[in-house]
């Protein structure tokens, strides 16, 4: 299993490109909105767990982790987690086929 997360972030990271920010080619792993706090792949489907800061637009988010890796995973799903939760409170998932679709969890 740890094989497994170490793969993903770094996958994540080489998608996302150099770690000079003024040469970024993707989206930042950590910046004042967010932080990726789990990642890992099972069965060909990405998961990432981030921590939210700040209010942020989830499917936002989503999207600019989404992007570089739409060639490498068929789907890729995004948990969010709230300031001052202890677990995920919005689920965005990716697929090929469908898009994107935003579920909240209760």
Same mark, same amino acid.
């Given at each position: ?8 972030? &770094? ?8 770690? /000079? ?11 004042? /909105? ?29 999207? &600019? ?20 939760? /202890? ?7 990716? &697929? ?5 679709? &935003?579920?909240?969890?209760?």
């Amino acid at each position: 299993m740890r094989l497994v997360v170490i793969l993903a972030m &770094t996958i994540l990271m080489v998608a996302c490109g150099p770690s /000079d920010p003024g040469a970024a080619a993707g989206p930042p792993l950590v910046n004042e /909105d967010y932080q990726i706090a789990r990642m890992a792949t099972a069965d060909d489907v990405l998961i990432i767990e981030i921590d939210a800061t700040a209010e942020v637009e989830p499917e936002a988010v989503a999207r &600019t982790l989404v992007e570089p890796v739409t060639d490498r995973y068929p789907e890729v799903t995004v948990y969010v987690r709230w300031p001052g939760t /202890d677990r995920p409170t919005v689920k965005v998932r990716w &697929t090929a086929e469908e898009g994107y679709s &935003t579920l909240v969890l209760e």
